[in-house]
């Protein structure tokens, strides 16, 4: 039984399944407590995920979820960055000693989320050149090849013009649908026609007689997206490296998805999934390891009036707390702090905001300031 005065507590735990790290008594894991029903629980509230998303995946529950979309790091042998340097959101390792060895450490992930997938789900992979193809040949035999559905090229302009090759200025997105049920909405995602088109002008008629209409809204978009990437100067550049546009994430999210649906992305990143799935009237599961992606993501949901609907905050141990229903949460956030360290000590709990805020600046007025506290615990 979960108290109503505290909003920490555990998701049950499958039988078999171990905790990932080490569970404080304040945390109230299996027999502590907990969520009975956590797919219910995930379907009718969104919820932001700081922890390894392979110690999420474990405990999430088979076929619940409608749609999964990530970008995860390219294998690039770099670290990334912000683009903001020291003043910006901290980066992202991107660096393994093969492709092989990407594969080794993707792939699991990759299996865990068609596992969550429900029959009308879809599955989008965001890579580029560097491994695409791998990772494809991969899902091609994991899965089989009647599920793969389409190979979308997402191609942008900015940056600078190789000399040497033709300019690579294109991702992939391969999409896997997990059966002939899959959700897809074209009407979601047209484009206007283009203002010269004969055909959106008068329609055209065919060597029977008979004549089509152009639709009113516009196009099918193709498997090509000419998609800008996010101009230096947008309004919604977060700081956050490799930052995808929110007209792409909308895209994937209005056609493969339907409204109320839950959208999982073990990536979030700088949190455009999210923000895409307030937008649109999904709920989202969105993960990331490092505590800058979820301090943007909700940094970007407050600065967008789209903080309202509550969200659930998970830690590294896998706790949740509601952001904007508990008036008192950095007081009972500072008692969990003094208790943790004093019951165990081996596994010290480490109280922040979720901002990349540095030199002393305060944290925006508004639920920022009071309630969005963290936990994190290292062990």
């Known amino acids: 039984m979960v108290n109503k005065s505290d909003n920490f507590f555990m998701p ?34 969104d919820h932001l995920v700081l922890a390894d998303n392979l110690d999420l995946l474990k405990i999430l529950p088979d076929s619940f979820v409608d749609l999964a979309y990530i970008d995860p790091p390219f294998s690039t042998g770099v670290r990334r960055e ?39 789900g879809s599955l989008v992979i965001h890579l580029d050149h560097r491994a695409v193809h791998y990772i494809r040949v991969w899902c091609d035999r994991e899965f089989g090849v009647s599920h793969w559905e389409n190979e979308i090229i997402w191609h942008y ?5 190789s000399s040497k090759r033709f300019s690579r200025k294109h991702d992939v997105l391969i999409w896997y649908s997990k059966s002939r049920r899959r959700i897809f909405n074209i009407d979601a995602v047209r484009e ?63 056609a493969l998805s339907e409204p109320d649906a839950l959208v999982c992305d073990i990536f979030s990143g700088s949190g455009t999934t999210a923000h895409a799935c307030r937008l649109h009237g999904r709920n989202f599961l969105c993960c990331d390891c490092n505590p ?34 508990n008036a008192d949460s950095n007081r009972i956030a500072r008692r969990i702090l003094s208790e943790g360290l004093r019951r165990n000590e081996n596994s010290p709990v480490e109280l922040f905001s979720p901002l990349w805020r540095k030199n002393g600046k305060a944290n925006p007025p508004g639920p920022l300031s009071k309630i969005d506290m963290i936990l994190r615990t290292r062990a």
């Open 292 to 325: 800058d992606a979820v301090g943007v993501a909700l940094e970007r949901l407050y600065e967008s009036d789209l903080y309202l609907k509550p969200t659930a905050v998970i830690s590294n141990g896998l706790y949740r707390m509601s952001v904007h229903e």
């Open 12 to 45: 049950a735990i499958p039988d078999g399944v171990q905790p990932p790290s080490n569970v404080l008594p304040w945390q109230r894991w299996g027999s502590y407590g907990g969520i009975s029903n956590p797919s219910s629980t995930f379907k009718t509230s």
């Open 82 to 120: 912000s683009p903001k340097g020291d003043t910006g959101p901290m980066g992202y390792e991107d660096s393994f000693e093969s492709v092989e060895e990407f594969v080794e450490w993707i792939s699991p992930r990759i299996r865990g989320l068609w596992r969550i997938l429900n029959d009308r």
């Open 192 to 254: 206007p026609y283009s203002p010269t088109s004969g055909y959106a002008k008068s329609g055209i008629v065919s060597k029977t007689g008979k004549k089509y209409l152009p639709h009113p809204d516009g196009t099918p978009v193709d498997d090509v997206w000419d998609i800008p990437i996010i101009n230096p100067l947008a309004n919604e550049r977060a700081g956050y490296p490799t930052q995808k546009p929110l007209k792409l994430i909308e895209r994937i999210v209005e």
């Open 157 to 161: 302009t900015g940056g600078g013009r």
